[in-house]
């Protein structure tokens, strides 16, 4: 997997990640698939899915379920959220959410975080990343080119996800290391520098 050229003045929407991206999180998944047996070399939702017995499996859900929204009430919107999303406002680009969490868990962080992005896709709504349907369903919605959309995340899922859709993506590392640098058409600390890269073009 490589990564997909951004051309910014292109650009006319931008998607956001929701957890460690637009707001903080302390999911503490180790923990979880413990508590699960879930194998650390499988995806956690997809081994909940493939789980056979159907009360395990909604015990698993509600477990998860707990986590997330304990998660939500302890979350911060990450340092230049407010900022970006104003800036993408005042430009008339378009916006959205596309998150591994559930809908209760997500709106909760929103609300919450006093964040309003009208358009929240969640796991119920489209396979989770890294399956590219959720994207893919908005460029069809907004009638634009794959090109014309970037993603923004902080997770190797996010970017295989973009590079799925045939998008460009933006990792926001937050100062850190990572080993996804190579998968991302863009890679910026934090949000503000998103916001001051964009900005040179409009």
Same mark, same amino acid.
């Given at each position: 997997m490589s990564h997909v050229p951004l051309n910014i003045p292109?650009?006319?929407?931008?998607?956001?990640?929701?957890?460690?991206t637009l707001v903080s999180s302390d999911m503490d998944f180790q923990w979880l698939r413990e508590q699960l047996g879930c194998p650390s070399s499988q995806d956690l939702l997809s081994f909940i899915d493939q789980i056979d017995c159907q009360k395990t499996? +909604?015990?698993?859900?509600?477990?998860?379920?707990?986590?997330?929204?304990?998660?939500?009430? $302890?979350?911060?919107?990450?340092? /230049?959220? $407010?900022?970006?999303?104003?800036?993408?406002n005042s430009n008339n680009l378009l916006t959205a959410i596309i998150t591994r969490n559930c809908s209760e868990a997500a709106?909760?962080?929103?609300?919450?975080? $006093?964040?309003?992005?009208?358009?929240?896709?969640?796991? @119920?709504?489209?396979?989770?990343?890294?399956?590219?349907? *959720?994207? #893919?369903? #908005? +460029?069809?919605?907004?009638?634009?080119?794959? *090109?014309?959309?970037?993603?923004? /995340?902080?997770?190797?899922?996010? #970017?295989q996800a973009a590079f799925n859709a045939a998008m460009p993506?933006?990792?926001?590392?937050? /100062?850190?290391?990572?080993?996804?640098?190579?998968? +991302?058409? #863009?890679?910026? @600390?934090?949000l503000s520098d998103l916001e001051a890269t964009i900005s040179k073009h409009y």
């Open positions: 292109q650009i006319k929407a931008i998607v956001f990640d929701l957890d460690n499996q +909604a015990n698993a859900h509600s477990l998860v379920l707990q986590h997330e929204l304990e998660d939500a009430e $302890k979350s911060n919107p990450m340092p /230049g959220c $407010k900022s970006l999303l104003n800036f993408i709106n909760t962080k929103l609300s919450h975080n $006093k964040i309003t992005i009208p358009k929240v896709i969640t796991r @119920e709504h489209f396979p989770p990343k890294p399956a590219p349907d *959720s994207l #893919l369903f #908005l +460029a069809n919605e907004w009638q634009l080119d794959s *090109s014309e959309i970037l993603y923004v /995340g902080d997770y190797l899922y996010d #970017l993506s933006c990792l926001v590392t937050h /100062g850190k290391h990572t080993p996804f640098t190579a998968h +991302a058409s #863009l890679i910026v @600390e934090h």
